[in-house]
């Protein structure tokens, strides 16, 4: 008799008892705020990534404009193509120092400058090269190495923005 009441004990609590059902999935959506955090970081630092290479860019235009004009002196057959490339690097100069520096530089405060904005870009027969130009006839630029010279003044160009910081601040330590 036990046993027949515990036996229909069970089966009314087993009867009570429901299947077993599956929890409903777990969304994707909506993101949880610590991914909220991290996309925030990447587009923040992405957005920075971009301005920064938009400001550079803009700061390297004068550069291109530059760079565009030595190349088609270099394939010029101008005999004049030194001074022009002497005169191209000062406009390019104006652009990068204060004008009242470059504008009255003499010659041998031009090299100076050249010296100290050179880098590994321009060498000592490069800059031999420009030390009389404005005295030197047209004609004493055939005995040059034009492909040479000019491929270091593009180098030189190129290098420029970054020379004339470290120009700026060692005239600043100068004058201190």
């Known amino acids: 008799m036990n046993l027949a009441i515990v036996n229909s004990t069970q089966s009314q609590l087993l009867q009570q008892l429901r299947d077993v059902h599956v929890p409903d999935s777990v969304s994707w959506w909506p993101l949880a705020i610590g991914w909220w955090v991290i996309i925030g970081l990447v587009a923040l630092i992405a957005l920075l990534l971009l301005i920064r290479a938009l400001i550079k860019k803009h700061h390297y235009r004068y550069v291109r404009f530059a760079v565009v004009e030595l190349k088609e002196l270099q394939h010029n057959h101008d005999p004049r193509w030194l001074a022009k490339s002497q005169h191209i690097m000062r406009r390019l100069s104006l652009c990068y ?14 090299i100076y400058f050249l010296k100290a904005t050179r880098g590994e870009a321009l060498s000592d027969s490069t800059l ?14 055939s005995q040059l190495d034009k492909p040479l010279i000019m491929n270091e003044i593009i180098r030189w160009a190129e290098s420029l923005p970054e020379q004339v910081r470290g120009y700026e601040e060692q005239k600043e330590l100068v004058h201190v």
């Not at 120092?97 to 031009?110: N, R, Y």
């Not at 420009?130 to 004609?139: A, E, G, I, M, Q």
Request: proline share 7%; aromatic share 10%.
């Open 128 to 141: 031999d090269a420009f030390v009389d130009l404005p005295y030197k006839p047209d004609s004493a630029t």
């Open 97 to 110: 120092v204060d004008q009242t520096k470059i504008c009255s530089l003499s010659q041998s405060e031009w």
